[in-house]
């Protein structure tokens, strides 16, 4: 019989498990502002949302790169930052701009992107936030050039501090960035290693609320596919904690025109709900020109929301693996699972302990990550796209998945010029999509609901305007209130 976790009565997990239970998909913006009046805007507009929705903190690059007596020369000459500087704004600023608004009704997260996060942990704790995401190698190596053997040392640090707040409080949550290294270009059996590595890390590191990421690629049946083994593999191998998948929109080139994003980021949301994620996180019309507004994001989330909403409501979901209707075709297997437990088992082989077992993975380069150019990447791994979007293996280097696949020859690895083309590839699709006649759906249409809006705690430093009175329910108020 499998182990079945206990559900944690409070915290980001919590919440999440709630939503799945009740058939609703979370929705996340990517939002940071550096100003704390914006930033609390932001937040209470994220939870008014007609959707179940979490927030989020992302923080700015100083903040990440720990360059923090630079984040407060910005801050001190007015320069903008690209994020909320939450280890340079004092601790009762940030409780402030919480305050009212972040709680068991909606839990917020902290994501950043840094290979060495531990300030990051130290100042997240201190305001009462207790959700972040990263891990060791998918925010070490395409982001760093810090060694990995020195990323995997911070972060394990930065996992136990993380864990040792649940004796204060509910259990804290990581989430892996594994299943989104690069963005795009890279094959669905590596994101689905890196992504169950990272959560197994965090683990043995203390957590015992994990989430696992994987990224929108250009084909959503291969897509369905990885997001199928990924969760199978989770239920395997971190059974005994509280665990979901998150699935990311697209992070590659985005669609120029508004209905080629919006058509993106809807098929993004259908693919959630057919392959059992239980958050997504969203991306707007606005993604290839400049950074969103908050109403943007908004919109962004009303409209996941109401597209995952369709897809449940037009293929009632069974309480299957994988979250498909007992009477469907199961997803077809075209190697992914090989691929995804043999990268696994070959670094699990490799040292007890994961951290050492990563280094000692990517030296021999059992792991390696397609057009990475850091100094710990072996670098001979090459990925192609084929016409009808899926992802491919040009070359495999050391890694032990040769012939796991049954994909036929090899394509050739991409020259320059393929490689552009690669990377259009999803912009120039959906753009192309946008310009023809559609048919809407009708569940796919912006619900009308609104959350009445929460009145801000007295004594609070700052402030937004409250919102216009709204009087009808939400999605939300289906998932009640947490035991504290």
């Known amino acids: 019989m499998p182990v079945v ?20 998909l979370v929705v996340q913006p990517r939002m940071g502002m550096a100003d704390p009046l914006r930033m609390r805007d932001g937040l209470l507009a994220t939870r008014d949302a007609d959707a179940v929705t979490v927030g989020t903190l ?27 500087p939450i280890a340079t704004h004092p601790a009762d600023v940030t409780r ?13 997260q902290v ?46 640090r930065s996992c136990e501090l993380l864990a040792g707040s649940a004796e204060f409080g509910a259990p804290p949550h990581l989430e892996t960035f594994g299943g989104c290294l690069m963005g795009q270009l890279c094959p669905p059996s590596l994101l689905v290693a890196v992504s169950v590595l990272e959560a197994l890390f965090f683990r043995q590191h203390g957590l015992r609320s994990v989430s696992l990421s994987y990224a929108q690629q250009a084909d959503p049946r291969q897509d369905e596919e990885a997001l199928t083994v990924l969760g199978r593999l989770a239920a395997e191998l971190l059974g005994d904690i509280d665990h979901h998948i998150v699935l ?49 994001n908004v919109r962004a989330l009303e409209t996941a929301a109401a597209a995952a909403a369709g897809e449940r409501g037009r293929a009632p979901l069974a309480a299957l693996p994988g979250g498909h209707a007992a009477d469907t075709p199961a997803v077809p297997d075209t190697g992914i699972e090989a691929e995804a437990r043999a990268l696994v088992a070959a670094v699990l082989e490799l040292d ?18 397609p057009y990475c150019l850091h100094p710990d990447n072996a670098g001979r791994a090459r990925t192609s796209l084929a016409p009808d979007g899926r992802l491919r293996w ?33 912009q120039r699709s959906y753009d192309a999509r946008a310009a023809e006649p559609e048919p809407v759906h009708a569940a796919d249409a912006p619900p009308r609901t609104r959350l009445p809006p929460a009145r801000p705690a007295a004594g609070a430093s700052v402030s937004a305007a409250p919102p216009p009175p709204r009087t009808t329910s939400t999605p939300r108020r289906e998932l009640g209130l947490t035991t504290p």
């Open 5 to 24: 976790p206990a559900v944690p009565a409070s915290g980001f997990g919590a919440f999440v498990a709630r939503a799945r239970a009740a058939g609703t």
């Open 58 to 84: 992302t923080l700015d690059s100083y903040t990440r790169t720990n360059d923090l007596a630079a984040a407060r020369d910005a801050l001190a000459e007015g320069v903008g930052l690209n994020g909320y």
């Open 96 to 108: 402030a701009v919480l305050r009212g608004v972040a709680g068991p009704r909606f839990p917020v």
């Open 111 to 156: 994501r950043h992107g840094s290979a060495m996060p531990e300030h990051i942990v130290r100042a997240l704790l201190a305001v009462g936030l207790d959700a972040t995401e990263g891990g060791p190698v998918s925010y070490c190596l395409p982001y760093s050039r810090t060694p990995l053997r020195e990323a995997v040392e911070n972060w394990r």
């Open 248 to 296: 990311y929109a697209y992070m590659g080139v985005f669609p120029r025109s508004p209905g080629g994003a919006r058509l993106l980021l809807q098929d993004a949301a259908r693919l959630a709900v057919r392959a059992g994620a239980a958050r997504l996180i969203v991306k707007t019309t606005a993604e290839a020109h400049r950074i969103p507004t908050v109403g943007e």
């Open 352 to 369: 007890t302990d994961i951290g050492r077992a990563l280094v000692r993975a990517f030296a021999a380069g059992y792991l390696d990550v």
């Open 394 to 426: 040009s070359s495999v280097g050391s890694m032990p998945i040769a012939g796991l696949a049954d994909g036929g020859p090899r394509p050739p690895i991409l020259g320059s010029a393929g490689l552009i083309e690669a990377l259009s590839h999803v």
